[in-house]
């Protein structure tokens, strides 16, 4: 058995073979000091194993070999080099999508229908709704049928959809009620020369 000591500090036991191998893989130099038991001294391995050390038992270290080649991993549903593939992300379901401004047909009968239910409730107080009701009110009906059919061959054109059933809304509220207050002036008329004529019956100036 041999002791060797690699720093001048440790000592370590290894075999004749295990020696012989430090000295090939250059583990152990010819300045390293050993001792195997009947020296009467540690020394240096060049003056009791010159052998390890000669020309032909030396044998050179091997380079390293080259580095081979990384090849990026594919990321997952990546390209060959490594890179990632970006696809565009689905829509999220509650999402927002693009709606476009509305029609100029929708906000015409939504503002004609306004006007017109406004004028309709303001002909029991005066007489100036009587022309502009029945305008204004054709006038939101006619629009909010245009825009109302423009709308349905388009998905986008929900706004002008709503716009459009309430212009229509309004419109034909204004009407009716334009109709309704014609009717009660034609019946109150009616009613007061039936009044009239009664009277002139009673007091016999009627003959």
Same mark, same amino acid.
């Given at each position: 058995?041999?002791?060797?000591?690699?720093?001048?500090?440790?000592?370590?036991?290894?075999?004749?073979?295990?020696?012989?191998?430090?000295?090939?893989?250059?583990?152990?130099?010819?300045?390293?000091?050993?001792?195997?038991?009947?020296?009467?001294?540690?020394?240096?391995?060049?003056?009791?194993?010159?052998?390890?050390?000669?020309?032909?038992?030396?044998?050179?270290?091997?380079?390293?070999?080259?580095?081979?080649?990384?090849?990026?991993?594919?990321?997952?549903?990546?390209?060959?080099?490594?890179?990632?593939?970006?696809?565009?992300?689905?829509?999220?379901?509650?999402? $927002?999508?693009?709606?476009?401004?509305?029609?100029?047909?929708?906000?015409?009968?939504?503002?004609?229908?306004?006007?017109?239910?406004?004028?309709?409730?303001?002909?029991?107080?005066?007489?100036?709704?009587?022309?502009?009701?029945?305008?204004?009110?054709?006038?939101?009906?006619?629009?909010? $049928?245009?825009?109302?059919?423009?709308?349905?061959?388009?998905?986008?054109?929900?706004?002008?959809?709503?716009?459009?059933?309430?212009?229509?809304?309004?419109?034909?509220?204004?009407?009716?009620?334009?109709?309704?207050?014609?009717?009660?002036?034609?019946?109150?008329?009616?009613?007061?020369?039936?009044?009239?004529?009664?009277?002139?019956?009673?007091?016999?100036?009627?003959?």
């Amino acid at each position: 058995m041999w002791h060797y000591s690699p720093d001048g500090i440790q000592r370590l036991e290894v075999s004749d073979a295990m020696l012989a191998e430090l000295a090939r893989s250059s583990q152990l130099t010819a300045e390293m000091l050993v001792w195997q038991p009947g020296m009467d001294a540690w020394r240096p391995a060049r003056d009791v194993r010159s052998d390890l050390f000669s020309a032909g038992n030396a044998t050179a270290t091997p380079p390293p070999p080259p580095p081979a080649e990384t090849v990026p991993t594919p990321w997952p549903g990546g390209t060959a080099s490594g890179q990632p593939s970006f696809h565009p992300a689905p829509p999220h379901p509650h999402s $927002h999508t693009f709606r476009r401004p509305a029609g100029s047909a929708a906000l015409t009968s939504v503002i004609s229908g306004t006007i017109a239910a406004a004028s309709a409730i303001t002909n029991f107080c005066c007489c100036a709704g009587v022309v502009i009701t029945p305008v204004a009110g054709l006038i939101a009906v006619i629009f909010g $049928h245009i825009a109302h059919a423009a709308a349905k061959n388009q998905p986008a054109a929900e706004q002008d959809q709503r716009l459009a059933v309430v212009g229509l809304a309004l419109g034909y509220m204004s009407l009716i009620l334009l109709l309704g207050y014609i009717v009660y002036i034609i019946a109150m008329a009616g009613l007061a020369g039936m009044g009239i004529m009664a009277e002139e019956i009673h007091s016999g100036s009627w003959i």
